[in-house]
């Protein structure tokens, strides 16, 4: 039987909105789902007036709030009876404790660890590791949330300086104004200059980013990109759908 998959989204909509769909695009090219009944049973808690996470890791107004609202958006996750649940957010993982308190024992996937399997995985088909690029929002970073679990794993990375993360922001918060060409523009030579730096992995630590390098995008060569929304919505169907051991990718 299928699981009943629990996602917190909202943050922002474009994100949330764009994972729900991967989802079923994956679960037709994964399971050649060809009728309603062969999606997975999804349960969206989009909520966008949780308080700007960027700001309260790096300013630390609103932390409380931002930790509130996650455990209250798990608890009514919990209500609906979901298998497990997944957070649409790289930079909100900082407040990860909050959903696990407030989903009470319903398994929790996260999206950061999904992203590191993969990234060890292709280093073990590789059988060579390099450094890992990380673009992601300002509280990602500064909140340290893939830079500590890389760091657990061995992996060495590397972040943009202070004034490119600031240009990266202005990107993401581009895409959130739905302003796509002016991210475009943005964001391109933040990337130019992390692959000149010698970097040939990528984490795209943000669920903003997917959306900038989409379609026409020109990406640099000989670069491996881990998109943090997208494998995320590929273990999630798998899991969901039996193909793979909720267990095994916790």
């Known amino acids: ?23 079923i695009r994956k679960t037709r090219e994964m399971t050649a789902a060809s009728t309603d009944q062969d999606h997975i049973h999804v349960t969206l808690e989009s ?6 996470r960027n700001v309260a890791i790096c300013e630390g107004e609103g932390v409380k709030e931002c930790g509130d609202a996650m455990e209250a958006a798990a608890r009514r996750l919990k209500l609906v009876e979901c298998d497990f649940a997944v957070l649409v957010c790289n930079t909100a993982h900082y ?17 950061i660890d999904v992203c590191l399997n993969n990234i060890e995985a292709h280093f073990a088909e590789m059988k060579s590791r390099s450094t890992v690029g990380i673009l992601g929002g300002k509280g990602c970073m500064v909140g340290r949330v893939y830079q500590g679990a890389l760091e657990k794993r061995g992996i060495e990375y590397f972040v943009l300086d202070e004034a ?8 993401i918060y581009c895409v959130k104004q739905g302003k796509i060409g002016e991210a475009r523009t943005t964001f391109k030579p933040l990337l ?11 984490i795209l630590g943000c669920t903003e980013i997917p959306i900038i390098i989409k379609e026409d995008f020109e990406l640099p060569e000989g670069v491996k990109f ?25």
Do not use: W
């Open 192 to 202: 130019d200059y992390m692959v000149s730096q010698g970097v040939k992995s990528v």
């Open 47 to 52: 909520n966008p007036k949780v308080a700007n």
């Open 164 to 171: 490119r993360q600031d240009k990266a922001m202005e990107a």
């Open 95 to 111: 407040f990860q404790p909050s959903v696990i308190k407030g989903l009470s024992g319903t398994p929790f996937l996260s999206m």
């Open 226 to 250: 881990f998109d943090s929304c997208d494998l995320l919505a590929d273990t999630v169907v798998r899991v969901a759908k039996g193909l793979e051991n909720l267990e095994d990718v916790l």
């Open 1 to 23: 039987m299928d699981k009943h998959v629990g996602i917190i989204g909202g943050m922002g909509p474009d994100a949330g909105v764009e994972f729900f769909s991967l989802l």
